[in-house]
């Protein structure tokens, strides 16, 4: 079932060439979930990913429940985190059902990765509980790195996929607009929308620069308030 999924495993390794950003984007959002959802609340996450957000909210909220369709994936953090609370159960994100409802859905940097981003919007409505939220987390194609690269003739288009998203199984990338149109054309009121981690260089410019954990949580905390330059976006939704 999951075959093809875990192909992808070895972009969830420490030696993938753009951890450093992995590490700050995935420690960084769900602090910014965190702070803004009831402890009491039943959090419904797509994908495992790389486990961060996974072991955060299981950690915070009463009940976490995540969906992924990668074995591979499952039994990594299985074995990571063995005393982890969060439920997990292997499906595609296309075939999961349920009759719990739940206060907030995550989809953490997945629409980037499925065939049919606006299917899984639609689909997963269905899930949630009245009043409930959407948190869309996705990879900004008009950062201010990627900016930089066009502006110096080093990228033809500023949507086109590096070598470091090939390798994570990237479909697209997105901007602010396009991110707001699809939450609003699947039916959702898009309620805030800002950045993660505002990045000005290529990953390896950066990591020859050696900057303190002080200057990559500042320039996380900045890319809050300049979603449209920031290497990630993270919307907030409710249903229209």
């Keep these: 079932m999951s075959d093809h999924l875990d192909t992808y495993i070895g ?18 959002y769900p602090k910014r979930i965190i702070d803004r959802v009831v402890p009491e609340a039943h959090v419904l996450e797509l994908g495992v990913g790389h486990g961060f957000t996974t072991l955060r909210f299981a950690q915070h909220f009463a009940r976490t429940v995540v969906v992924d369709g990668s074995a591979a994936v499952i039994e990594k953090f299985r074995q990571e985190h063995p005393t982890c609370r969060a439920t997990i159960v292997e499906s595609y994100f296309e075939d999961f059902n349920t009759d719990e409802r739940f206060d907030v859905i995550v989809m953490g940097f997945i629409l980037e990765h499925v065939n049919y981003p606006a299917l899984i919007l639609e689909r997963f409505k ?14 900004n194609g008009e950062s201010m790195h990627r900016r930089l690269g066009h502006s110096a003739g080093l990228l033809d288009d500023m949507m086109s996929l590096g070598q470091g998203d090939l390798e994570l199984g990237h479909k697209r990338l997105y901007s602010k607009a396009t991110l707001h149109a699809q939450l609003s054309d699947a039916g959702y009121d898009v309620c805030a929308m800002e950045g993660i981690f505002l990045k000005p260089f290529t990953t390896v410019q950066l990591q020859k620069l050696e900057l303190s954990s002080a200057i990559t949580d500042a320039l996380c905390q900045l890319g809050v308030h300049y979603p449209e330059l920031s290497c990630g976006l993270l919307a907030e939704a409710r249903l229209r």
């Design 126 to 139: 269905r899930f949630l509980a009245p009043g409930g939220r959407v948190f869309v987390g996705v990879p």
């Design 11 to 28: 972009a969830y390794k420490d030696t993938f060439a753009y951890s450093f950003d992995n590490n700050l984007l995935l420690n960084w």
